[in-house]
């Protein structure tokens, strides 16, 4: 399927500020293992104003129809937390942090802010592979007295098969702007890359586990 021009629009982004790099010749290996000729800074977006600025923008339009019932905006611990500050302010909604565990002294506080019992809460972070840290964080939320139905990203990998059913389960619905097959189809548009980079990327994208074990990686992810 075609990516739509929200998704098109995310990735050219991504790729004009030097967000998104494709490598098939040298594997990027990730603190899981895992072997990839791709990889995403989100990061680096925290730099670009006019970038972040229009991302925010299609973030808020792309949750048009659920902001209505997000009382506050959560960012997680680490990279999730600008993002959240951004959406919030596009958004007009207050918002706190969920830092990946009790900070361990003081008030023993993971939800930093002030979060209402009861509150209706749209997690942000930058990015998701398989969902994991999501699930963490939305129990930490919960366990608050929060009430977690959203979470948004503006980078999905898009090609975990357990991501969705993970989330599904965790009754959390996933927003994105972009996924890797988008910014596949970006680069071939764009001709960014030699064609034989942008077949491995595809290779990778159709299965990961396969590409990553035989370029010496493993088979974990995580966010």
Known sequence: MPSSPVARQTAKILFDIGAVHFNAEKPFIFTSGWASPVYVDCRWIISWLEARRTLMR???EKLKDVVGGVDIVAGGETAGIPFAAFLSEELGRP???VRKQPKGFGRMAQIEGDLKDGARVLLVEDLSTD???KIRFCEALRKAG???EHAFVIFDYGIFPNAGENMKKLGV????LCT???ALEEARAGKRFDQKTLDEVEAFLKDPVSWS???GGATGTGG
């Open 213 to 215: 074990v035989a370029h």
């Open 95 to 97: 918002m706190v942090y």
């Open 131 to 133: 969902g994991k840290s």
């Open 180 to 182: 890797w097959w988008d």
């Open 58 to 60: 299609l973030g808020a």
């Open 146 to 148: 929060a009430t977690v």
């Open 173 to 176: 619905a996933m927003h994105h």
